[in-house]
């Protein structure tokens, strides 16, 4: 199974059931496919939610930059810390 074009980096197969627990990713629509026996499914779509911030690590800093600021959302899970 891929979305976005990226296998997913955990499948599990059971009965009629494809569970992926999909990879990090961005954008709307993203195709998701399913091949079997080098046959390919029809698309289906996936959208990812964009990331939100709801809380910033320090609130300030020196104005010559450098600090590394942490991200704290569940939507930001790929990126934990920005540098500025």
Do not use: E, W
């Amino acid at each position: 199974m891929t979305v976005g074009g990226q296998t997913c980096p955990r499948q599990t197969i059971a009965d009629n059931k494809i569970t992926c627990v999909i990879p990090a990713g961005q954008g709307q629509n993203v195709n998701v496919l399913v091949t079997v026996a080098s046959q390919t499914s029809n698309a289906a779509t996936f959208s990812y939610k964009p990331p939100t911030i709801s809380l910033v690590n320090p609130l300030q800093g020196p104005t010559i930059g450098g600090i590394a600021v942490r991200c704290s959302k569940h939507a930001c899970a790929a990126l934990t810390v920005a540098r500025f």
